[in-house]
């Protein structure tokens, strides 16, 4: 039996993992991941913390591979990091840079990808042939898995659902454009939502929980503690953002005709408090074939989805590959 490596890079931590060919996790391990002090150093704890893994697994002469995924743009085909704003990287070499380090072949691919793939394969979606898979947290993205095989695109640039304009909506968002789904119904642009309101004025609980500065710490998951306790504004947002969830999903639900539909990232955490309005407005707005076989489901995985995701299309691309 062979053993891959999966590494979740992110803007804060890498998450390494260490995987057998059934998709089950043996052993992980998490580090900050220091972004400032530039891509040589990241990829010296990328390798790092996989060889220690392996060496600590006691399977280091077993491991066949590493996967990685990473946020932004990336060439998977060429192993290159072509542009990540949260990690400052640009046409950074990641898997020849890798290979020479561990002696290992290192497959990368986008970060998103690679969660819904692992959620799609092993998680929520396994057995379903048919899977889209939305990630919302900082940023909201999406990935579609037919038949265990992702979806690319011409240049690799598949899965953007974030930045679609939605009617009504004006808040700037990071790619530059204003009112874009990313805005308003990531977990982020729901707390910038929610923090806006409070500058206003408006009446909520939030402001006792975090009085002043404290501010600055509310979360997404705050926001759905509140719309526990009853607050009208927690819920006013969330409903807000499964409303242009739903009618984002539509159009995107006719074009692709996916079987279920994963929702994972912070995001995921409001649970039906989220999805009860997305399933609404997908009930009456869906053609009927399409309503009456599609379905929501939240991740399953949890951070590991992106570890496995990653480590297992490593796996199915060596194959192809060797």
């Known amino acids: 039996m062979s053993f891959w490596i999966g590494v979740d ?3 804060t931590n890498i998450v390494c993992g260490i995987v057998n060919e059934k998709g089950e996790v043996l052993d992980s391990v998490k580090k900050p991941t220091e972004a400032s002090l530039g891509s040589s150093s990241v990829l010296d704890k990328i390798a790092q913390m996989s060889l220690e893994l392996a060496a600590g697994s006691g399977l280091q002469n077993q491991v066949a591979g ?6 932004g743009l990336v060439d998977p085909w060429k192993g290159i990091a072509q542009y990540s704003a949260n990690l400052n990287w640009r046409d950074i070499p990641l898997s ?17 990808r690679m969660y819904v793939y692992g959620e799609a394969v092993y998680g929520a979606g396994q ?5 889209l898979g939305l990630t919302i947290g900082t940023g909201l993205s999406a990935a579609m898995v037919n038949r265990g095989q992702l979806y690319y695109g011409h240049l690799n640039l598949a899965g953007e659902i974030g930045h679609g304009p939605m009617d009504g909506e004006s808040a700037p968002c990071g790619c530059g454009f204003e009112g874009c789904l990313e805005a308003a119904a990531s977990a982020s642009g729901m707390v910038r939502e929610a ?5 206003q004025g408006r009446k909520t609980i939030l402001t006792e929980w975090f009085p002043g500065e ?8 705050d926001l759905s503690k509140a719309m526990d306790a009853g607050d009208v ?4 947002i969330i409903n807000h953002a499964g409303e242009l969830l739903g009618k984002a999903l539509v159009p995107t639900i006719h074009l692709l005709s996916p079987e279920v539909i994963i929702i994972g990232g912070g995001g995921a955490n409001a649970g039906e408090r989220l999805l009860t309005t997305v399933r609404g407005i997908l009930m009456t707005r869906l053609l009927p074939d399409y309503r009456q076989h599609v379905s929501i489901r939240t991740a399953s995985l949890g951070d590991g989805a ?10 199915q691309r060596h194959s192809i590959m060797s």
């Open 9 to 11: 890079v992110g803007g």
């Open 66 to 71: 590493i996967g990685i995924g990473i946020p």
């Open 96 to 112: 020849s840079e890798l290979t020479q380090r561990t002696s290992l072949p290192v497959y990368i691919d986008n970060d998103v």
């Open 127 to 131: 057995g379903v042939d048919f899977v």
């Open 195 to 199: 923090k806006r309101y409070i500058h």
């Open 214 to 221: 404290r501010l600055q710490y509310l979360s997404a998951a």
């Open 233 to 236: 504004l927690a819920a006013e």
């Open 306 to 315: 992106g570890v496995i995701g990653s480590a297992m299309q490593a796996k």
